[in-house]
């Protein structure tokens, strides 16, 4: 009797939920004369299990099923499309019960990323998927354009789609400058704890755990446009403003502006090559004159030739001299290197 009420119990609890998310422990506590504790201990079963989810704390605590939560929704691409329509229309009522915290990136996430593929994919249509989980959330946004890495190599007229992955890490860049400013990548993967661009047989992703990047082939894969997973902790303590605030710096007239960029330096790295010419210097370099402040991260980077160190601080930075050039996570040789060839231009840490 008591395993078959139970059930009956959890099954109550889920046929309610979409109607009493804010009530259900008194509700169910109600139907079966039972006590909140008890109903408390079915939501925690039910939540393990993976059917519902719970959004908020103590008073603002709401229960939903995890079916509620997770959507997939087609866009045409083939007439004109509003990604904050999209939005408003079809997630932003999922999204409201989160920490505004977290609701601010999520936000700012889909939007700029519904936008790109909007303007730039050259697709028909875009797939947007959700999925929660008791301590996590993924937006999936996925069209069936061209794809981005190609997109970025036509429009620099790169050798190898790895080398669109540097530039897109550096932030400013984007292949409609008329309408576009190229922030929307360079901060929404900066955001998210975990960010993923896969397209063809190319992955581009993020961990701001640990704050690298990573580059990943997949042999035989198809070109499928351009997949992206944003993914953040639903408890996330995060800030988009920090995020802004970290790559902004006051201009002459005191007010602030994206101009300082950071970027893992391995990213310029093709196949077996090592850090000895100018050419791999070049790739570092291209773009960076629309930024005030530069750091280079030199993690994962065992040693570097004087021909490059001379070409990005030396040639650039005399090319442009108001720009100013930092470094971080360097080894002692790489370290020893750039001090002795230039050890007035940049500073290190």
């Not at 299990?49 to 719970?54: L, M, N, P, R």
């Not at 750039?338 to 500073?347: A, K």
Request: proline residues 2%.
């Amino acid at each position: 009797m008591v395993k078959n009420q139970a059930a009956e119990i959890r099954n109550y609890i889920l046929a309610k939920i979409p109607v009493h998310p804010k009530n259900i422990v008194a509700k169910a506590s109600k139907a079966f004369s039972c006590s909140r504790t008890t109903v408390h201990r079915h939501l925690s079963r039910l939540i393990r299990d993976g059917e519902i989810i719970k959004s908020g704390t103590t008073r603002q605590v709401q229960y939903f099923l995890k079916t509620e939560k997770n959507k997939e929704v087609v866009v045409s691409l083939k007439e004109e499309v509003a990604e904050d329509k999209i939005w408003t229309e079809n997630f932003l009522a999922d999204f409201k019960t989160l920490p505004k915290n977290v609701l601010e990136i999520c936000e700012y996430g889909f939007l700029e990323m519904l936008n790109n593929a909007i303007d730039h994919s050259e697709g028909t249509a875009v797939i947007i998927k959700t999925e929660w989980e008791p301590d996590s959330i993924k937006i999936i946004i996925h069209d069936d354009g061209v794809g981005i890495f190609r997109k970025i190599r036509n429009a620099l007229n790169l050798a190898d789609d790895r080398e669109s992955a540097l530039h897109l890490s550096k932030g400013k860049f984007t292949t409609d400058p008329e309408n576009h400013t190229g922030e929307g990548i360079f901060f929404t993967s900066r955001a998210f704890e975990h960010f993923h661009i896969t397209t063809k047989a190319m992955a581009y992703i993020r961990n701001n755990y640990e704050e690298d990047w990573f580059l990943e082939t997949e042999k035989g894969s198809k070109d499928l446009g351009t997949a992206l997973l944003m993914i953040i902790s639903r408890n996330s303590k995060r800030k988009l403003q920090d995020i802004f605030e970290e790559f902004t710096e006051e201009d002459a007239d005191g007010m602030p502006k994206f101009d300082k960029t950071n970027f893992i330096v391995a990213l310029s790295k093709l196949g077996d090559e090592r850090y000895v010419s100018r050419s791999q210097a070049r790739r570092i370099v291209l773009g960076l004159e629309k930024f005030k402040h530069v750091v280079l991260d030199f993690k994962g980077i065992s040693t570097v030739g004087q021909g490059f160190v001379d070409e990005v601080f030396r040639v650039f930075q005399s090319k442009h001299p108001k720009i100013k050039i930092t470094y971080n996570n360097a080894n002692d040789d790489v370290q020893f290197m750039i001090e002795r060839s230039l050890p007035s231009l940049v500073e290190g840490k």
